[in-house]
């Protein structure tokens, strides 16, 4: 079932944050990730903590989340 979503989510979590990012000029934007990004094998995690996602969600979300970290590491 993943298969028929994959497509729009990418859109949204990856391809849409792009073009908010590339879009502002001066603003403020808060990009709300999940610990899906994380496989679970030693939380509690950090937002820094290096990332291994075990589904489709949880690569998209990191996708979206990495967009964000290029242009700012705060």
Do not use: W
């Amino acid at each position: 079932k993943i298969g028929d979503i994959v497509v729009p989510a990418q859109q949204f979590n990856c391809s849409f944050t792009q073009r908010i990012i590339s879009e502002s000029i001066n603003g403020t934007m808060l990009y709300i990730s999940t610990d899906y990004v994380f496989d679970g094998k030693s939380p509690p995690f950090a937002h820094d903590d290096p990332t291994n996602p075990l589904n489709e969600y949880g690569r998209m979300k990191r996708d979206g989340e990495n967009e964000v970290l290029k242009v700012d590491k705060g």
